[in-house]
């Protein structure tokens, strides 16, 4: 076993260290120590769900321990409970430290230790000479360490190796706003006098619902750091941004800080002449007096301050929820199928009763519990908020009470929820998602050796399509295609040669796909840019960039992509504003020529908003409608409109879908002329639940698309019907199973309308009819799904059991006879007038003789 461990009162740098150790040490545990400080304590708060997992001292047998990477101490005084483990000869003991005073130190088998400014800061080292990843809140934490032990690089003991790793840090897109909030700065005695007065005279004013603080000061002596000052201050009193201006000696200088991305201070402050840029401004004031810069500042600030984001712009929605009388087992199947790490409980009334968590479900369990109701394991004090609380709230309320989420009511009622996820994506902006947690282990595998090929290869490398819109979305697609900016078939074959897999090439079209052993696709391409020469034909294509490739994806939430280089591992790429529309529930066109060059795209859009739930917004319906006026539908090929349509109608609820299709004009424009009304509708949603119960039935599989299709013709002509399918190059075989339900419909229907007694009359009656138009005289209730239910339950699998062979072992020479024979004993074994081999031999001798 291998542990990280820190010294007591861990510090930033120190838990910093403890997790940059883990990127090294990937099998060893993170052991917190005893005490933490209370704002690494708020960050793992507020940030547990992102960070490895962290174990306390008692969850450890330190008997087992042979190795220990201890980080920021070399004294054995500082180690706790790790101190006596690190005396076994036989443990392994790996040091890194900056600390290099005279003490009493530990013997260390490898010792990473020298003059640093932060112990991080070495561990950053080995990070980037391994070349190993780390995401954008790694990056933020890392930073946060060497930001603290070094004073903001102010302290005598910071090194240019300090310097370089936080550069470093910021290119792997640290966020210095998530830093600033958790560290604290020391003063000298002067700045503590002056911000004692700025605490004094204060004031605080509300802006687009931004609180806004404001102070002065008069001072004899000048005094630096006045940006300090206003830091700490904006700490102390928990406001997102602050003006001070202080007048020292003979001079009035103004500074503000802004950690709200709605409040650009470098605009604040041009109207007194400050400058800088959006979260640090300052000015040197000559010429006004106090009661005059306050008054100008509240001017700027009335015209530069925008609407802040409140809860309900960030929070996840609709919410998953569970009745308080649902039991554990239940919930626990719900959280290990959409990935939760909690859910809310609502009562009878549908109102907020409290939240379960994954760890309150594994202790239920764990004692046997998994039939109890889930209102005996909630949470009663639930906290909460209202859909205009702010983000900074939010997130105070996630730290204060050391949770993980946030619901959102309104009037009781539970409309959003905010998880730490939703906060991450605020502080972090676009570039930070951590989806790849969302895929199985097999995936995440996978996705990491591309990566490690694109480093060898010195190409780029792209999750792209439906599996990242998913992911985002909290949906299982694991459907993966690969975009290279390079040479698509050169990358596959390096892949598949380390995988051992089977590479198929289309030198063509610049695409190969890759056959795991377990039958799995894999897509890969090389970034191509399209273009059309007519509307509705197929476009060429030639190599280009990623941003080309996504550009020709038919909606901005299908033009997402997810870098699998080693450079930017997990960043999101949306050039096109697909998550917001993700976001805004819209399916959206990525130009206005969209569905002119590619009519089909019509069918995709009504595709995906049934099935996401999405609607097109106003403009794409437009170019929809405007190209269904134009006739360019009608120029599809019948292979694509065909194709198009059994994906629709291959969907869960494809009626909706269809009369989609049908208010919009687009299926008179295929050759459907089937009036979509709320009879038809219902009848298709009929037929799908009587697909859905008599499919385990069949021996002949029925087939979906086909039986909606023989619905959607069956009021045509036969002659039309056929002409039709041919021209959507339907396969023969189909095109005699929807000719032959139509025709046979009203046959059927009239059969069946009434009960039919004898059984053996039913079986022959329902044997002749095609799958699709059994499940058609289903749908129509009453004795029609009486008789077809009768035949399923009772009738179908019936046997004979004896066959020609027998008959021949009896003397019989085969002939025409053997099959009349056999058919008229199974008439009377279906009517229950014989049983059994013995009886059904005799019968068949009488028979014979006959």
């Not at 003059?115 to 980037?128: F, K, M, N, Q, V």
């Not at 204060?400 to 539970?414: A, D, F, H, M, S």
């Not at 459907?479 to 390096?494: M, R, S, T």
């Not at 049934?610 to 097109?616: A, D, Q, T, W, Y």
Request: aromatic fraction near 6%; include cysteine.
């Amino acid at each position: 076993m291998e542990i990280i461990v820190t010294h007591v009162s861990a510090d930033f740098d120190a838990f910093a260290g403890m997790i940059a150790a883990k990127k090294i040490f990937p099998k060893a545990c993170i052991i917190l120590p005893t005490a933490v400080n209370s704002n690494v304590r708020n960050f793992i708060s507020l940030y547990e769900d992102e960070l490895p997992a962290l174990y306390e001292p008692g969850d450890v047998d330190f008997d087992r321990v042979k190795r220990v990477i201890i980080v920021d101490t070399r004294r054995m005084s500082r180690t706790g409970p790790a101190g006596k483990t690190m005396k076994d000869p036989g443990v392994e003991v790996i040091a890194y430290d900056h600390h290099m005073k005279k003490g009493t130190y530990f013997h260390a088998d490898l010792d990473h230790s020298r003059e640093t400014g932060a112990s991080t800061t070495i561990l950053i080292e080995h990070i980037r000479k391994r070349k190993i990843n780390m995401s954008s809140l790694e990056a933020t934490l890392f930073l946060a360490g060497i930001y603290e032990d070094t004073g903001s690089f102010t302290y005598p003991g910071t090194t240019s190796a300090d310097l370089e790793a936080a550069a470093y840090l910021v290119k792997q897109k640290a966020s210095l706003f998530v830093v600033l909030k958790f560290l604290n700065l020391s003063l000298s005695a002067e700045q503590h006098r002056l911000l004692e007065k700025l605490i004094m005279n204060y004031k605080k004013v509300k802006i687009n619902d931004t609180e806004i603080l404001l102070s002065s000061a008069y001072m004899p002596e000048y005094i630096e750091g006045l940006s300090v000052l206003t830091r700490k201050l904006s700490q102390i009193e928990e406001v997102s941004t602050v003006i001070c201006w202080v007048k020292m000696k003979e001079k009035i200088y103004a500074v503000a800080r802004s950690d709200n991305r709605n409040v650009d201070v470098s605009k604040v402050l041009g109207i007194i002449g400050g400058g800088g840029h959006p979260q640090a401004s300052s000015a040197v004031i000559d010429g006004l007096g106090f009661t005059d810069i306050e008054e100008r500042i509240l001017k700027s600030l009335k015209k530069n301050i925008k609407k802040s984001l409140s809860a309900a712009d960030i929070m996840s929605y609709p919410v998953r929820t569970v009745s308080q009388d649902e039991n554990i087992g239940e919930v626990d199947r719900i959280l290990k199928t959409y990935g939760h790490s909690g859910i809310p409980i609502v009562n009878e009334k549908g109102s907020l009763a409290g939240i379960i968590t994954r760890k309150d479900v594994d202790r239920a369990i764990k004692h046997g519990l998994s039939h109890a109701p889930v209102k005996g394991f909630r949470s009663h004090s639930t906290i909460k908020a209202g859909p205009n609380s702010s983000i900074d709230r939010i997130q105070d309320l996630m730290i204060e009470n050391g949770i993980g989420r946030v619901p959102i009511l309104k009037k009781q009622k539970i409309i959003g929820i905010i998880t730490r996820k939703d906060i991450l994506r605020y502080l972090h902006g676009r570039t930070y998602e951590p989806i790849m947690e969302f895929f199985p282990s097999g995936i995440r595998e996978l996705l990491k050796i591309i990566s490690v090929i694109t480093r060898h290869m010195k190409a780029s490398a792209y999750l792209v399509g439906g599996i990242v819109r998913d992911a985002l979305l909290n949906i299982q697609n694991y459907d993966i295609d690969i975009v290279v900016d390079g040479d698509g078939i050169k990358f596959g074959k390096k892949l598949a040669e380390r995988l051992g897999a089977r590479l198929d090439t289309y030198e063509k079209f610049m695409t190969a796909v890759l056959i795991l052993e377990n039958g799995q696709h894999i897509d890969i391409a090389t970034s191509r840019v399209e273009h059309y020469r007519k509307p509705a034909e197929l476009p060429s294509v030639e190599s280009g960039s990623i941003k080309q490739d996504l550009a020709r994806r038919d909606f901005t939430v299908n033009s997402l992509a997810l870098s699998l280089s080693s450079k930017n591992f997990g960043e999101i790429l949306d050039f096109f504003g697909g998550r917001e529309d993700l976001k805004n529930r819209k399916i959206r066109v990525l130009h206005k020529m969209s569905f002119i060059e590619d009519p089909t795209r019509i069918f995709r859009a009504v595709r995906f908003e049934k099935r996401l739930g999405f609607k097109m917004d106003r403009q794409t319906e437009a170019l929809a409608r405007h190209a269904i006026d134009m006739e360019i539908v009608s120029k599809l090929t019948g292979v694509r409109i065909r194709d198009e349509l059994m994906y629709i109608l291959n969907e869960d609820r494809p009626f909706n879908a269809i009369k989609r299709l049908y208010d919009l004009g687009a299926l008179s424009k295929i050759g459907i002329t089937q009036v979509v009304s709320k009879e038809f509708t219902k009848g298709m949603r009929e037929a799908i639940s009587s697909y859905t119960k008599l499919k385990p039935y069949h021996d002949r599989e029925p087939v979906k698309w086909r039986l909606l299709l023989i619905m959607m013709l069956k009021d045509n002509d036969a002659a039309v019907i056929e002409s039709w399918c041919l021209k959507m190059k339907i396969r023969r075989k189909d095109i005699v199973v929807i000719m032959g339900s139509i025709k046979k419909m009203p046959e059927a229907g009239r059969e069946l309308k009434k009960k039919i007694k004898e059984d053996s009359r039913l079986y022959d009656i329902v044997r002749r009819y095609p799958p699709e138009l059994q499940i058609i005289c289903h749908s129509r209730g009453g004795d029609h799904a009486k008789n077809i239910r009768r035949y399923f339950t009772k009738l179908a699998n019936i046997r004979l059991e004896i066959s020609g062979e027998d008959l021949k072992e009896l003397g019989y020479r085969p002939s025409p006879v053997f099959r009349k024979v056999l058919k008229k004993i199974l008439r009377q074994k279906i009517d229950g007038k014989i049983s059994g081999r013995a009886n059904e031999l005799a019968a068949a001798i009488d028979l014979m003789k006959d």
